[in-house]
C-alpha cells in the first residue's frame, strides 16, 4: 500500500499561492463577487480568473472576513455584498412570479418552491419550523398514545 505523503508549503516565490497583491486586483475580485451574487447564483459556484490568478469563493471569504476584522478601515464594503444578496433574492423572486404568470410553460411551482427553501434557508424562507416540528410531535404524541391504549388514532 503506497503512503500518502506530505504536501510541503510551497517555497518562497512560488507561483501557486499568489495572493491579491494589489487594492485594485482586489477590489476587481470584490466586485466580480459582489456581481455573481446578485445575478442569483451560488457563492459557491464563484471564481476569478485573471492573468496573474485564479481564485475561489473561499479565498475572496477569507480577504472578507480579515477585512472585518480590521474595524473601521474596510476595503470592501460590507453594505455591497448585503445589496448584492438582496437583488439574489430579488431575482428568485421575480422568477417565481414569472412562473405563477405562465411565462414558463413547464414549470413547476414546486420545484421553485424547494428550491427557494434551500438557496434562502438562511432566511427562513417559506419556512416555519418550530411551529411546524411542534405541530408534527402533537400529531406523533397522540398517535403513540392510542397504540399504548389500542385506540383508534383521533383526527383533530
Known amino acids: 500500500m503506497a503512503k500518502n505523503k506530505a504536501i510541503a508549503a510551497p517555497k518562497m ?27 442569483g447564483n451560488d457563492r459557491r459556484a464563484w471564481v476569478f480568473e485573471h492573468p496573474d490568478i485564479d481564485l475561489t469563493y473561499e479565498t475572496i471569504e477569507s480577504y472578507i472576513r480579515k477585512d472585518a476584522e480590521l474595524g473601521e478601515s474596510r476595503e470592501f464594503n460590507p453594505l455591497k455584498k448585503k445589496r448584492a444578496e438582496s437583488k439574489a433574492l430579488a431575482y428568485w423572486e421575480n422568477e417565481g412570479k414569472k412562473l405563477m404568470q405562465g411565462s414558463y410553460r413547464y414549470g413547476s411551482p414546486l420545484v421553485w418552491s ?18 411546524q416540528q411542534q405541530k408534527n410531535q402533537c400529531a406523533f404524541n397522540r398517535y403513540a398514545d392510542s397504540l399504548e391504549s389500542d385506540k383508534e388514532p383521533k383526527d383533530k
Open 114 to 131: 424547494n428550491f427557494m427553501r434551500n438557496k434562502f434557508r438562511h432566511l427562513g424562507w417559506d419556512v416555519d419550523t418550530t411551529a
Open 13 to 39: 516565490g512560488n507561483q501557486y499561492r499568489k495572493k491579491l497583491t494589489t487594492v485594485e486586483l482586489r477590489q476587481q475580485a470584490y466586485d466580480s463577487y459582489c456581481d455573481h451574487i446578485a445575478t
